[in-house]
């Protein structure tokens, strides 16, 4: 099993931004890709970036040139940078992990980010 804390949500106003971090345990060893997904209020969850643990990445067309996602293996965490921030972008982010071994999806509970004036 593994375990997923996000932290580095917050409020903030439009063009700011800010980076989300996702921290890992458990059976960290067999994880393989990782990623942001975030729900808006009244939709759907959705995905916003994505990492292997090779260092692929892909992210939805509405943040790229925006956000960054990176990952410190020795650390266990996924890290989300978020820059030029627009209201659009207010959600929960979700973080996840993909197992190598098995491909059961691990969630954490969230965090939440608000962009406003």
């Known amino acids: 099993q593994v375990q997923l804390v996000e932290s580095g949500g917050g409020l903030v106003q439009p063009g700011g931004s800010l980076r989300l971090s996702c921290a890992a345990s458990?059976?960290?060893?067999?994880?393989?890709?990782m990623g942001w997904y975030r729900q808006a209020p009244g939709k759907g969850r959705e995905l916003v970036a994505a990492?292997?643990?090779?260092?692929?990445?892909n992210y939805r067309d509405s943040v790229k040139g925006r956000f960054t996602i990176s990952r410190d293996n020795a650390k266990n965490t996924v890290y989300l940078q978020m820059n030029n921030l627009k209201p659009d972008d207010t959600a929960a982010y979700y973080c996840?992990?993909?197992?190598?071994?098995?491909?059961?999806?691990?969630w954490g509970k969230g965090t939440l980010v608000t962009v406003s004036s």
């Open positions: 996840t992990a993909r197992m190598r071994r098995s491909g059961m999806d691990y």
């Open positions: 458990g059976s960290v060893f067999d994880i393989n890709a």
């Open positions: 990492i292997t643990s090779t260092g692929s990445t």
